[in-house]
């Protein structure tokens, strides 16, 4: 849960360092406007309650994390609201006589009270225990109800200072220190650069101390503001927050009116450390163009700083005829808001229903805490590989904070059932010829920390690890690190393994810190011969490819694979193609300008990452994956999901399209015409190679051009041949047939005990002969070695 803080009446204690003694003396929030003043501000009728009817707001009312409008429903990201605390003046403590004057009677009653209080007690305990079970019952039947009149108390959306939504010409401030810590870098979660006095610092921080600053918002309508959800400077060098605040409403930014509490001037609680989010409600919602944060106290060995977000809705403003009406965000009419672990099964399963012939759920292992890991598969041909059909996979939720990841993967399924029913010729070709995979949560237990706490209170780091503490994402083998040791060690490099690198025994161990999370995705690696993939991210605005990890530990230093090339070609194809990437007039989300690199950046360019999900599956096995950071902020508001859909929407597909690319084939004997299973592909100046699949097919990314292919596999004959890579997203066939050695032969008929075909018994002789035969240096020649490529 989210703090929930309260407004109280405002009582003056100027000392030094501006510290404010506050009490309450109002027992309801209303707001009282002078409506005499020139321009009005308008609190709506409809929320001036008292503050039995504010509790709705509570963890158990319909704005709590279990309520129908919590986080990522209709409700947003309200936790709490503000309340004002009485403070008692006629009560009066017993004195020691009163407390000698008890009588016996009196104790008798109290005894009794007590028995009663028990057993009342006892039979709530009871009712809970029911409620429970039944509670456990319903969640397992899926079948619940929904909660009626879900639109009853909506609350206002994020304006959209995080999601970089609001301009920074809409932001302004009393003063600022410099310009790294002017008014746009007050945005909530916003990070700081590594360095303190750079252009991007992690805070607005006002100039002077005192009363009298402000950071300023123009939500450019009129607006009915209902909230402000306050942080402090993100910084390793600085410790700065706002501990109380007031805030100010205007139309016009010349005249201000100061939020209320009863009859006095409303005082929010702020910070009591830099980095988690606290929300402050108004007490009264209240319609407006412009709001003020007004800082009264602050750290007392800090300074004025604060990063905020803004609530409201816009209203509707007959005379706003410069500006359109709000956008609609996306057409596609698919569930656009956020899914908790009970309601993303609900989801999975009505896909499912909806497409039941091109769609499957399994599971791949469970969580720390025993939530399943749910994929849902998509393909004309559900729960089997095809021969010569690609696998792909989607993995979202990695860090359990990063919430759009989640979303965006769960409205793919929907969206591809959907598409495929009415016949879109694109969406039929893509789940005919591909087997599509969507993990749309890996981190289910660190998605519902972040999830209690609501899209906008659950700050930049809560549910980003598993219940453990384990980053996910440097919890996969390091196989970087043990590739370029042995190739160090090695008189041939050649000799060293490029892929397939085994996982080392420590990380084997029964005591290995290694989540059940990540070992349940390896084995679901290890099981399916996925080609190509993406691991969607949060917090940035970015593709990421291989290698993540470094070289000798250096914190940031491009490092390359074998596949560079095509590895930028895929992280190009997502990038060109979503919207919000390429706007060429989005600001930098934090402190650095992707788009001076086309927003795509190798991974360990950008920092180094050891043990990552995309380095150990291309080490580990045949498939090509990046990273795609998809948004400024990780856990965007329910509302901002269909512009987001609409961002990715297109990269989403285009990217999936890419597992056709390059060369595809069959490796079979000769004589069987069964498919070899482990065979190596090999692609000539190309220091990575791939291997077969277990019925002999095999798929290789490769850019346009012609290859020279060598295939061999143990046991035969190796054999090599040219294949040419079109322009065009179909795959080249480029399939092998692979002919046993001689001694190949002799071993599976002496195991079987069969007796030795007269052609093979001529081939060993001539073998023999070559072997025992020396050349001009006086080396015995090896028969394997000397035999030609067989290029049939």
């Known amino acids: 849960m989210a703090q929930t803080h309260n407004t109280h009446a405002e009582t003056h204690n100027n000392n030094n360092n501006n510290n404010t003694t506050t009490t309450t003396t109002t027992a309801h929030t209303y707001l009282i406007f002078n409506t005499s003043l020139s321009p009005t501000l308008t609190p709506t009728e409809s929320v001036s309650v008292d ?41 009066k403590a017993p004195t020691g006589t009163d407390r000698e004057e008890t009588t016996a009677k009196d104790r008798e009653e109290t005894t009794e009270k007590k028995e009663e209080e028990k057993n009342r007690k006892e039979e709530t305990t009871e009712i809970k225990k029911k409620e429970k079970k039944n509670s456990k019952e319903e969640e397992e039947s899926d079948d619940d109800d929904e909660e009626e009149d879900e639109t009853k108390h909506l609350d206002c959306p994020p304006l959209g200072l995080e999601s970089l939504r609001v301009d920074d010409s809409q932001m302004q401030a009393s003063s600022y220190q410099r310009t790294g810590l002017g008014p746009h870098r007050g945005r909530l979660n916003i990070q700081s650069g590594i360095e303190d006095g750079d252009l991007y610092d992690g805070a607005w921080c006002a100039e002077f101390k005192d009363r009298h600053q402000w950071l300023e918002v123009d939500a450019i309508h009129l607006t009915r503001f209902t909230g402000v959800i306050l942080q402090g400077r993100n910084s390793i060098w ?16 010349i005249s201000w009116k100061t939020c209320m509490n009863g009859t006095q001037e409303a005082i929010f609680e702020g910070n009591q450390g830099p980095e988690t989010p606290v929300l402050g409600l108004l007490p009264v919602p209240t319609v407006a163009r412009f709001i003020r944060i007004n800082p009264q106290t602050w750290y007392s060995n800090g300074t004025i700083c604060l990063r905020a977000e803004i609530l409201g809705c816009r209203v509707h403003d007959p005379d706003d005829v410069f500006y359109p009406e709000e956008e609609q965000g ?9 899914h908790n672990y009970k309601e993303m099964r609900k989801l999975m399963k009505s896909v499912t229903e909806e497409c039941p012939d091109i769609t499957r759920i399994y599971t791949i292992g469970k969580s720390y805490t025993g939530l399943k890991l749910y994929v849902m598969e998509i393909s004309d041909n559900p729960g089997k590989h095809e021969l010569g059909e690609p696998e792909f996979r989607y993995v979202a939720g990695m860090h359990g904070n990063e919430a759009l990841g989640r979303e965006l993967v769960l409205t793919l399924m929907q969206y591809l059932c959907r598409q495929y029913k009415k016949g879109n010729q ?49 919890n996969f083998p390091d196989l970087n690190n043990i590739m370029w040791d042995s190739q160090e060690a090695a008189a041939d490099k050649s000799k060293v393994s490029n892929h397939y690198i085994p996982i080392p025994e420590y990380y084997t161990q029964e005591d290995a810190t290694v989540a059940p999370e990540t070992r349940a995705v390896i084995s679901w690696m290890q099981d399916i011969p996925f080609v190509l993939s993406a691991n ?87 498939c090509f994956e990046v990273t795609v950071e998809l948004s400024c902020d990780k856990f965007p508001h329910a509302s ?23 060369i595809k084939g069959v490796v079979r004997d000769k004589l069987t015409r069964k498919g070899i299973p482990d065979a190596i592909i090999k692609v000539e100046d190309h220091d990575h190679d791939i291997r077969s699949a277990a019925d002999g097919d095999y798929w290789r990314l490769l850019n346009p051009g012609e290859y020279k292919v060598v295939v061999w596999a143990e046991g035969y004959f190796p054999s090599m041949r040219r294949c040419n890579v079109g322009l065009e997203p179909h795959a080249t066939v480029c399939d092998f047939t692979l002919t046993k050695t001689p001694i190949q032969r002799l071993k599976e008929i002496r195991a079987k005990g069969g007796k030795i075909p007269q052609d093979l018994q001529l081939r060993l002789r001539a073998l023999r002969g070559r072997y025992n035969r020396v050349d001009d240096y006086g080396n015995t020649k090896n028969p394997l070695k000397t035999e030609k490529f067989d290029t049939s």
């Not at 039995?52 to 309200?78: C, I, L, V």
């Open 330 to 338: 996306s057409r596609d009419g698919l569930d656009f808001r956020h």
């Open 640 to 662: 901002e999901l269909p512009f987001e859909w609409e961002n990715n929407k297109e990269s989403l597909l285009v990217y999936m399209e890419q597992v056709h690319r390059g």
């Open 238 to 253: 600085s410790w700065d927050w706002v501990q109380t605040y007031k805030v100010q409403l205007s139309n016009d930014s």
């Open 51 to 91: 503050l039995q009817e504010t509790r709705t707001h509570g963890p158990d009312g319909p704005h709590g994390p279990d309520g129908p409008h919590g986080p990522g429903g209709a409700g947003g990201p309200t936790r709490g609201t503000p309340t004002a605390v009485t403070t008692p003046t006629s009560a």
């Open 536 to 622: 969607l991210h949060g917090g940035e605005v970015v593709v990421t490819y291989p290698f993540d990890c470094t070289r000798d530990w250096a914190p940031q230093e491009d490092t390359p694979t074998a596949d560079n090339a095509f590895f930028r070609w895929l992280a190009t194809v997502y990038a060109s193609t979503n919207l919000m990437m390429v706007n060429p007039d989005r600001r930098i989300c934090h402190y650095e300008d992707f788009q001076s690199h086309n927003n795509i950046i190798n991974g360990g360019a950008w920092h180094t990452v050891p043990g990552s999900m995309n380095d150990f599956s291309y080490l580990h096995t045949n």
């Open 426 to 474: 694109r969406i039929v070709r893509l789940v005919k010829e591909t087997r599509i995979h969507l993990l749309p949560s890996m981190n289910p237990d660190g998605y519902e920390v972040a999830y209690e706490k609501g899209s906008e209170l659950a700050g930049w780091a809560d549910g980003r690890y598993s219940f453990e503490g384990i980053d996910l994402n440097h």
